[in-house]
């Protein structure tokens, strides 16, 4: 099992910015995808970004102002978020997976989940 651990999240307004981390530690026995998701209230859970050892992958609103990164070594993931709008409040949440993901912006192929962290954007 692999256990995983958000932080980085807070209140910030809009325009600004927020560097969400995921550290991942546990039985990891080869390379992880890992990814973020986000849930707002009432809203279903939507896939953000995700990265494998090869490249990262982004859902269409994140491309432009999201930048995920990940520190292989350490098995840490970031989440660089900028210009950040009221709509992206909502709660973030770190999947990771062994290997590659065939669908990597599809909750259904992480096997481990944290617990989120809150990104609360005031307008």
């Known amino acids: 099992e692999v256990q995983l651990v958000e932080s980085g999240g807070g209140a910030v307004q809009a325009g600004g910015s927020l560097r969400l981390s995921c550290e991942a530690s546990?039985?990891?026995?080869?390379?992880?995808?890992m990814g973020w998701f986000r849930q707002a209230p009432d809203k279903e859970r939507e896939a953000v970004a995700s990265?494998?050892?090869?490249?990262?992958t982004y859902a269409d609103f994140a491309k432009d102002r999201f930048i995920i990164s990940k520190d292989n070594a350490k098995n840490v993931v970031y989440l660089q978020m900028n210009s950040l709008k009221p709509e992206d409040t909502a709660r973030y949440y770190c999947?990771?997976?062994?290997?590659?993901?065939?669908?990597?912006?599809?909750?259904?192929?992480?096997?481990?989940w944290g617990q989120g962290t809150q990104v609360t954007v005031s307008s």
């Open positions: 999947a990771a997976r062994h290997g590659t993901a065939p669908s990597p912006l599809d909750e259904d192929n992480y096997n481990n």
């Open positions: 546990g039985h990891i026995y080869s390379s992880l995808t």
């Open positions: 990265i494998d050892s090869l490249e990262p």
